[in-house]
């Protein structure tokens, strides 16, 4: 692969881009516009931002990425958790729908672009794994509810606000009387409409003789249906002199494009939000990248991905947007539309662009309870009961990390939950890992296999005992180590041969290699031999310089059932 091929993944699938390509992906482009319209007027709006800024961020973000990142089929542009965590981070600093604010987004989106594209150019992607599935799980979850009832003020028409569970139904409590009824016919009409769309519009096209594929893509058109049928209801009505809040006056053209403001300590304010907003977009996006790449055979590149997201939020920042991602929803419809390349997203920011050029007058009368619909039929999908449940089953330290993080974000904010996430998630793992598997292992009778003399009927011999740790030796379970061998040593009087199994031991640090070697001392001084088997070559390799391997009392096997065979020859 050139160079030009690492910086520019486009280089590679341009080459073979093909006239039925581009049909294709023009097809794909106009199913996922129809879609994205309404979500990035909704998402901007959840963000604390006036509508347009959500098309703004659904132009350059899509052409960059196509340019930078290794994925053929996600969809990147506003999603509903970063819009959320954005308006979160943003309403620190200013009042939502004002010019400081708007500051503040935009500077939030190119902060989040320079540290992605930085964690890309050093290679660190890896770093997003302390996210772990049951933490992203138990944030999503949270972060769906928190979305909803923030969405309900727009339902009920009354002003409302809160960082958390519990100051957002203290504000909609006190203000609840200021509940506009047409707003909420409209509100709970649309929510209703959207659901029964999404359960019965497939199948109902079907009915018409439309193909499963045809039928699937046609239903993905629903929330613009209800959203022409609710506009056109409060235009022709005049609902909007009734009280119902809508979208208004929208800016038709694309954004002068301008440097984001340069405030140094606005931007390290605004540092830790970025951070956050940038690890949760990544590690969403990457997560469907990777299952639609799995799907045709194709492969990612996670540190190309932090380039080409970091990219499409800089250009974001640029356009006068705010931070994006890859959605899973569009990239669904993308790829069932039957998206080839990432000009599907050209092609769709080129129509983005049309539409704010010359349809912008079409916003006017619509209802923002209707937008608001659309997010929350959206994300309560997001809210995972049954993933809740299995991991319960399954793991109770896991589903500890997903509970706490559930209810900080729910009870505190997203920020506080997010590191209280990971850093129970990491506790947890370092509990683990200090109180390993330790087993006592024999021969499997008939074969050169060993396990556990709890589990199965195995050969063992009084003069020779075999331990086998099913971990990594490292600080935190140096001592367990020692501890257990001593307590077995002194229920085992007649051993002669120890011999350490280290299967499963893939490093053995600084501490670990102390310990094993004051292990061997005692042993020694207590007439006991000290053997290893089945140490891995890059361990083997640490070891060789060291004092442990010089003063060893007995062998290293490169199986243990040499070591057995070995030892227990010598004994008779």
């Known amino acids: 692969m050139t160079r030009l091929n690492r910086l520019i993944p486009a280089s590679i699938w341009l080459k073979d881009y093909t006239r039925a390509d581009m049909q294709t992906d023009m097809m794909a482009s106009i199913i996922v516009t129809i879609m994205l319209i309404p979500q990035s007027l909704a998402y901007a709006m959840l963000a604390g931002l006036p509508p347009a800024v959500g098309l703004y961020a659904s132009i350059l973000p899509l052409i960059a990425y196509a340019l930078f990142g290794s994925s053929r089929t996600l969809a990147v542009g506003p999603v509903a958790v970063v819009s959320m965590m954005t308006g979160t981070a943003a309403l620190q600093f200013a009042a939502p729908n004002t010019a400081e604010y708007l500051t503040v987004v935009i500077l939030l989106a190119a902060i989040s672009g320079l540290f992605l594209l930085l964690m890309g150019l050093f290679k660190l992607g890896f770093l997003a794994n302390l996210l772990s599935h049951p933490v992203i799980s138990g944030f999503i979850s949270a972060s769906a509810i928190l979305i909803a009832l923030g969405q309900a003020k727009h339902i009920l028409g009354i002003q409302a606000s ?127 990248a990777q299952s639609f790449a799995a799907k045709r055979r194709q492969s990612i590149d996670p540190n190309q991905e932090l380039i080409g997201l970091g990219a499409a939020n800089l250009s974001s920042a640029f356009s006068g947007g705010f931070p994006v991602t890859g959605g899973f929803s569009r990239s669904v419809v993308s790829f069932d539309a039957g998206a080839k390349t990432p000009m599907t997203g050209v092609f769709t920011a080129i129509l983005i662009l049309l539409t704010l050029s010359f349809l912008t007058g079409a916003f006017y009368y619509l209802p923002k309870a209707v937008l608001a619909a659309t997010i929350i039929v959206a994300v309560l999908q997001l809210i995972d009961i049954k993933g809740l449940i299995e991991i319960w089953r399954y793991s109770k330290q896991d589903a500890s990390a997903l509970l706490a993080t559930f209810l900080v974000v729910l009870l505190v904010g997203v920020e506080a939950g997010i590191i209280t996430g990971v850093s129970l998630s990491l506790l947890l793992f370092l509990w683990h890992a200090s109180h390993p598997h330790i087993a006592v292992v024999g021969r499997v009778a008939g074969t050169e296999h060993f396990r556990n003399v709890e589990r199965f009927q195995v050969e063992t011999t009084n003069d020779l005992l075999t331990i086998r740790i099913d971990e990594s030796l490292f600080f935190a379970n140096a001592r367990v180590l020692e501890d257990r061998i001593t307590q077995l040593i002194a229920k085992n009087k007649e051993v002669k041969d120890v011999v350490l199994m280290c299967t499963a031991v893939n490093m053995i640090d600084a501490s670990a290699l102390e310990s094993l070697e004051m292990i061997c001392e005692r042993l020694h001084s207590a007439g006991i031999r000290l053997h290893l088997s089945e140490v891995k070559g890059p361990v083997m390799d640490r070891l060789k310089g060291s004092t442990l391997i010089s003063h060893l009392s007995g062998n290293i096997y490169l199986t243990q059932n040499q070591a057995f065979e070995d030892i227990c020859s010598k004994e008779e």
């Not at 540092?271 to 977009?281: F, R, T």
């Open 162 to 288: 809160g960082h958390n569970l519990i100051e957002m139904l203290e504000t909609m409590w006190y203000n609840l009387f200021t509940t506009n009824l047409i707003t909420v016919c409209i509100g709970l009409g649309a929510i209703v409409a959207l659901y029964l769309l999404r359960q019965y519009l497939k199948h109902i096209l079907r009915t018409f003789g439309l193909s499963y594929h045809q039928a699937q893509l046609a239903s993905k058109a629903g929330p613009v249906l209800v959203v022409v049928i609710a506009t056109l209801i409060v235009a022709v009505l005049q609902l909007n002199k009734a009280g119902v809040k809508i979208v208004g006056d929208v800016p038709s053209g694309f954004p002068p494009l301008a440097l984001p403001s340069m405030d140094l300590h606005l931007a390290l304010d605004l540092l830790p939000a970025a951070v956050l907003i940038s690890i949760v977009g990544f590690v969403e996006s990457v997560s469907v």
